[in-house]
């Protein structure tokens, strides 16, 4: 019982600073998906121990890595929001950012795939097959959660002043 409550803090806390954060910040970002981790793969002390610093390394680069990528498209201007939410930004790109933008997104792919791979290789000196597998299954669902609430938050943001120079008569 006491687990499930600290499940639920923790996933509440995850939400709501993800949700109200005006700007991205890295190192709560990596922070809270840290927590959230913690609080849902189960480990043995020394895996614990071995496991949460390289667990951190590996979302620093991964955060490096897709830092490089926005950079990259900014100096292209192209702004990009959650992922999910760009159609309209998408649909209004010339020839020449369309494919600098589908370029980019291959190389982040191959850099991600490269940091997963280096790091998957760590993760398995270190964690057993079966805790492996539940820090997978709960990354996926952990990523997907964050998606869909960005996608949420995107859909309730105003898009404009309401009833801007109407009278009510």
Excluded at 49 to 69: H, I, R, T
Excluded at 89 to 116: A, G, V, W
Excluded at 135 to 156: C, D, R, V
Aim: proline share 4%; aromatic share 8%.
């Amino acid at each position: 019982m006491k687990k499930t409550w600290i499940t639920l803090i923790v996933l509440a806390m995850c939400a709501t600073t993800t949700l109200f954060a005006q700007e991205r910040n890295p190192k709560q970002m990596v922070q809270d998906r840290i927590a959230y981790m913690k609080a849902n793969v189960p480990m043995s002390g020394k895996e614990t121990q071995n496991f949460w610093p390289v667990y951190e390394e590996f979302l620093k680069a991964e955060m490096k890595a897709m830092d490089s990528y926005r950079k990259n498209l900014e100096k292209q201007g192209i702004k990009l929001g959650a992922p999910g939410t760009n159609k309209e930004i998408i649909e209004k790109l010339d020839d020449k950012q369309l494919t600098y933008l589908q370029d980019q997104k291959f190389e982040l792919r191959k850099n991600l795939l490269t940091i997963e791979t280096n790091y998957h290789k760590k993760f398995k000196a270190i964690l057993t097959p079966q805790h492996l597998q539940d820090l997978y299954n709960k990354e996926y669902t952990y990523k997907k959660q964050l998606t869909n609430k960005k996608k949420e938050a995107k859909k309730s943001e105003p898009t404009g002043p309401v009833n801007a120079g109407k009278k009510k008569r």
